[in-house]
Every structure is written in C-alpha cells, then in structure tokens.
C-alpha cells in the first residue's frame, strides 16, 4: 500500500509539475476522479487527458487530423471516443450507463465529465479504462474511487485495461 500511495504522489507531483509548460512531457497518463455525491445520489467522473495526447487518439480514432482548439464540434468527436475507451462491464458485458456532461479545457489538459445516476456503490463492477493505450504503449491510467469513507485507486496500462471494484 505504501508502494501504491509513493507512486501516486510521484505522479500527482510530476503531473503538476508538467503543467504550464508548453514542451511536450515525457509520460502518457490519465487521471480519472470516480466520486459519489450523496446529495444528487450519482457517480460524478471526471477524466483529465493532456491535450496533445488526447489529439493524437482523436485524431487516430477518427482518421482525420484533429485540433482541439479549432474543432467546432468537439462534444461529437470526443463522446464516441471515450464511450468506446472507458467503461463499466456488468456481467462480462460492457455497458456505458454513464450520462456525457461534457469537458472543459486547461491548460495543457482537456477534462471530460460524465454522471452515473444511480444509489448504488459500483462494488462487483468491472471498470474498463484504455484511453489512450493505442497511441502510447506506455500510457497508465489511474482511476481514483471514492464513496463516503470507503476509497481505492487502480491503476490501468496496456496489459491490464480491466479492473473490478472491490472495497
């Protein structure tokens, strides 16, 4: 667990670190925060991508150059990507129960936000998270899930894409 929670703050300090820089960086990764608000009882995500990298899969995955600071129709490029690259498996099945909120640019980074509506705690489900993995062999993606007192973090690269939440 230390080891885990040692590479978790390598990566938070080198991924703000990387930020503001307009060179290119030298690691491919995501991170994904998976919180449950009591309140509005749903799963909010939030998926932060470098932008670079995320053009290059978009780009990849459309068989067409994509900017994203010139495209007009971002939301219609970026949903159908991520739907195909992140998602939940229930009974060996990928299912997509996730509502498209949309993304917000930053700096360097492109965050992308979708809702599960649901009073449930995910425990059992499989997460499926390859963003990325077909442009960069080394792209990790960490997952961050959190609800009330009970967290866990996974961590998703080439050859190891699914994970099942267990608290």
Not at 156 to 162: P, W
Request: aromatic residues 14%; glycine residues 4%.
């Amino acid at each position: 667990m230390r080891k885990q929670l040692f590479f978790i703050l390598l990566f938070l300090f080198l991924s703000v670190e990387s930020i503001g820089r307009k060179e290119r960086h030298p690691f491919h990764t995501s991170v994904t925060e998976c919180v449950y608000n009591e309140k509005e009882k749903s799963w909010e995500i939030a998926i932060r991508l470098f932008q670079d990298d995320l053009e290059q899969g978009l780009s990849s995955f459309h068989g067409k150059k994509v900017s994203i600071e010139k495209a007009s129709n971002l939301d219609e490029l970026l949903e159908p990507y991520i739907r195909k690259h992140f998602g939940f498996q229930v009974n060996k099945q990928l299912i997509t129960p996730y509502r498209w909120i949309g993304w917000e640019p930053n700096p360097d980074v492109i965050w992308v936000y979708v809702e599960i509506p649901s009073e449930q705690d995910l425990a059992g489900v499989f997460v499926m998270n390859d963003l990325l993995v077909e442009q960069f062999p080394d792209q990790t993606n960490l997952l961050h899930c959190a609800r009330g007192e009970k967290k866990k973090s996974f961590l998703f690269q080439k050859n190891q894409v699914l994970h099942q939440i267990v608290w």
